[in-house]
């Protein structure tokens, strides 16, 4: 599986993995760029979401293999049939909970996205014209980005906006979608998503694996973390 490369992280006896911010400019302290949001604290939380995150995956892994090896059903005679009905129905009971931990996964994955977003709009000074005259503020979130193309006024992100569309429609289909009661799939050779959305009215299944998503946000998520320390 692939692992999200989270930047700004020392490793010690006493804690494997601590935040450092020392290679952000000391710039960010200034009451400049904490107009909004704690520009330090909310970089520090996003390094702590992704570190959450690897240790979720690893996990996850390992709850996926024992997800593939689905029981089967024997129907020799009464008694292996009821055995065996029962761990099929414990196996059941795992696939509900593996839908969870999908959704739980986009979620993180979502939110370390929108924060990043944030970041990168305090860092350059973009920020979401506001209708009906209201002061701008930072982009916020995956979707400000995509509406009415704004990003494309973002050079340096317009490469990764097929990751950006990807993610935003999955998680949108987990919280919206209600086609999503029946979903329960898994990936046969690697963990996937598998999520529906409802587009124009009509439900469209999204498959994707893990590990593409991971790629994917590894290389917005280094884009991001270069811009911001330049």
């Known amino acids: 599986m692939e692992k999200i490369k989270v930047k700004d992280i020392i490793s010690n006896e006493i804690m494997h993995n601590e935040y450092i911010s020392a290679q952000l400019p000391r710039k960010y302290n200034s009451s400049h760029y904490n107009?909004?949001?704690?520009?330090?604290?909310?970089?520090?939380?996003?390094?702590?979401?992704?570190?959450?995150?690897?240790?979720?995956?690893?996990?996850y892994y390992l709850y996926w293999i024992n997800l593939v090896k689905e029981p089967k059903i024997d129907t020799t005679n009464d008694n292996t049939?009821?055995?065996?009905?029962?761990?099929?129905?414990?196996?059941?009971?795992?696939?509900?909970?593996?839908?969870?931990?999908?959704?739980?996964?986009?979620?993180?994955?979502?939110?370390?996205?929108?924060?990043?977003?944030?970041?990168f709009s305090i860092a350059t000074e973009s920020f979401n014209p506001h209708p009906k005259g209201k002061k701008p503020r930072p982009y916020e979130m995956i979707g400000e980005l995509l509406k009415k193309n704004e990003i494309d006024k973002f050079p340096a992100l317009k490469p990764h906006e097929p990751f950006l569309k990807t993610i935003n429609a999955i998680s949108n289909g987990f919280k919206h979608c209600v086609a999503n009661s029946t979903t329960f799939k898994i990936g046969e050779f690697e963990p996937c998503i598998f999520v529906y959305a409802n587009k124009d009215q009509f439900y469209n299944e999204i498959g994707v694996t893990i590990n593409s998503l991971i790629v994917d946000f590894n290389n917005f998520y280094s884009t991001i973390d270069s811009i911001i320390k330049n």
């Open 35 to 59: 107009r909004y949001v704690n520009f330090m604290l909310k970089h520090r939380n996003l390094t702590c979401r992704l570190l959450y995150l690897n240790e979720f995956i690893d996990k």
């Open 81 to 119: 049939l009821l055995q065996s009905t029962l761990k099929h129905k414990e196996w059941e009971h795992l696939l509900t909970n593996d839908y969870f931990k999908q959704e739980e996964f986009i979620m993180h994955l979502r939110k370390a996205t929108d924060d990043c977003i944030v970041l």
